[in-house]
């Protein structure tokens, strides 16, 4: 036995346990790429790119942005050399999904790259951090006295720069220093990994390295804060500060061309206006139905139609279930029975209200509404941002026809689309059904249409602040007040909307897009169902069975229209508004 664990220590030893770099060699795309059909292939990039993205995870490093430009630029190159002619329409139409998102994730790592260069004056030990954890990632042996060696010029970095800025001699936006912030909590967390890897397992590594990497995650955290505080304005302690980090017109432009959408970033602003305008008149007439010559008046008498504590939930229930009879019995998209018997329901946290101050939804509703933990002031607020009629057109946005309906085919149709998520879609969707159903009459009530409208005008005002916001035109607080002067928000409930807008979970043009989207998908509906070449039924059904893509994709698909392999937005879906 002695033997056998000598001969496998020997062999052990033998062995060459240096990483092999895959970001340096010849990388040769799936070798059957030419009999792999379009689902295939894009399940196959899709499971690849997750694995490198979770294997390459520290979002600074030049090697993981090397790797992941090599791997999409020869899938790229991959797809491009197909024969696109010999595709049916469905096979086309993934083609050009699959080269939009590739190019798509390409020019984001050139961006990226960028925005990483205007925080590295902050950041002189990060590639110091980024080597160390990257070896251990290789499987590397680690050499405890050069490590900890290396963890002490890390402090002196951090030291060096904090003298730096006491002498005025950096400067950085404001928004470079919060991504520089945040980036610096993410190092922590991945030397932390680091350390729990080696530490108490290679007793020399303990020996080096415990004190040092003991002061230096101090040290991080100390300076993430002190970077947040003396750039970003950030106090200690403060979780509700609303920064965000805004991507510039070039940025927009670059989002704009993937979603294929052909306006720039001012007609965007356009758009949202005139939608604005309308919604204003109509709930001008609304208001006046119910007595009240200002808008704002009848709106804050909406607002107080709310149910008592503990009721909401089955106010929830009793809404959703009218929604779902409604489109059954009108006869406007199938409904699976498993769709409408499944749907659940949770309530919202307090502190995810501070970024949720509404209802989401998907497989499950989430319902915000207050606790008993709550000051009295944010309880009426959340009471009045979640009254009877906003919550009305809330729950059919989330549910059935929206979200869950939605949720429930991307399932079981055309999975591998998932990729392709858009909120042009996903969210476009939702608000559509609030626009169709408005046609219908189905707010039925004075105070149901201000509730509809006031959600249509939230959507407006998305459109405005966010891309305004992008283009460093307005400022998280400029935002909060917009939506408090100009639709009527409760300011908690804007504030939480500002947050959850701006706080990086969310792509840039995805408030937009829940407006935009409707306004596509309400244009197709008319070219198709006005015109008398589809009923409204089969319309529906095959949107949701088309799985996600950009609208006008979409629209070339359902409309079987000629498409080429260098296929490019021209569909304005909103009339020309001018050149900018």
Known sequence: MRQKVERVRKDFDAASISSHDPASSSFRPHQNEDLEAMPQRITRVTEDLKDLQNFYNISISPLRRTRLHKYLSSELSSLQSTDFKSYDQESKVDFLLLQNYLRRNLKQLRLDEEKDAKMEVLLPFAGTIVNLCEDRQQMKEMDGEKAARQLTSIKTGIMEVRKEVEKIKIKVEKSSAYRAANTIDELRGHLQ??????????????????????????????????????FVGIKPGDTDAIVGEPIGREGLLADLEAEMIPYSPEELIKIGENEYQWCEAEMKKASHDLGYDDWREALEYVKNLYVAPGKQTQLVRHLANEAIDYVKKHDLITVPQ???ETWRMFMMSPERQKVNPFFLGGQSIIVSYPTDTMDHEDKLMIMRGNNIHFSRSTVFHEMIPGHHLQFYYMARSRPYRKIFMTPFSTEGWAL????????????????????????????????????????????????????????GHERMTAEGEVRRSFNGDYSPLYQAGYMLGALQIYSLRKELVGSGKMEEKKFHDRFMRANRMPIEMLRALIEDQKVKEDFKPTWRFYGDLGKE
């Open 338 to 340: 498993v769709a409408e």
């Open 432 to 487: 559509y059904w609030e626009m169709i159903l408005w046609d219908r009459n189905f707010p039925a009530t004075p105070e149901n249409k201000i509730g509809m409208l006031f959600w249509r005008m939230h959507r407006c005002a998305r459109i405005i602040f966010s891309v305004k916001f992008h283009l460093g035109l307005m400022t998280p607080q400029e935002c909060i007040d917009m939506l408090v002067d100009m639709v």
């Open 193 to 230: 990994e680091w350390y729990g890897f080696f530490n108490g397992y290679d007793p020399m590594f303990t020996w080096w390295v415990a004190k040092p990497y003991e002061m230096i995650d101090e040290e991080m955290k100390t300076f993430a804060t002190f970077v947040r505080e003396e």
